[in-house]
């Protein structure tokens, strides 16, 4: 098992910045990726941004050249830092860790929540 914290959320206006964090803890094996996710009510879980253990990373179009992930192996921690936020980036924003490559995380953490007012 793996556990998962995240913290960082808040209430930020738009143009605003902030920078989330997830600590994982647990049977953590390598190679991995992990990730950040948000939803919304009512609406699906939505990928942001994943990172692997080797430091590849990939982000959603809608977040590209505006958020940041990034990783610290060795603390088994990841960031998301995110700038020029917008009203539609309001969601409540989750963690997740997995196998390398995969379609959907293993382990979630229990989601922090990021409000942007405009």
């Known amino acids: 098992q793996v556990q998962l914290v995240e913290s960082g959320g808040g209430l930020v206006q738009t143009g605003g910045s902030l920078t989330l964090s997830c600590s994982a803890s647990?049977?953590?094996?390598?190679?991995?990726?992990m990730a950040w996710y948000r939803q919304v009510p009512g609406k699906q879980r939505d990928l942001v941004a994943t990172?692997?253990?080797?430091?590849?990373?990939n982000y959603a179009d809608s977040v590209k050249g505006r958020f940041t992930i990034s990783r610290e192996n060795a603390k088994n921690l990841v960031y998301l830092r995110m700038n020029g936020l917008k009203p539609e980036d309001t969601a409540v924003y989750y963690c997740?860790?997995?196998?390398?490559?995969?379609?959907?995380?293993?382990?979630w953490g229990q989601g922090t929540q990021v409000t942007v007012s405009s």
């Open positions: 997740g860790f997995g196998r390398m490559g995969f379609s959907s995380p293993d382990y």
């Open positions: 647990g049977g953590i094996f390598r190679p991995n990726t």
């Open positions: 990172i692997t253990s080797g430091g590849t990373s």
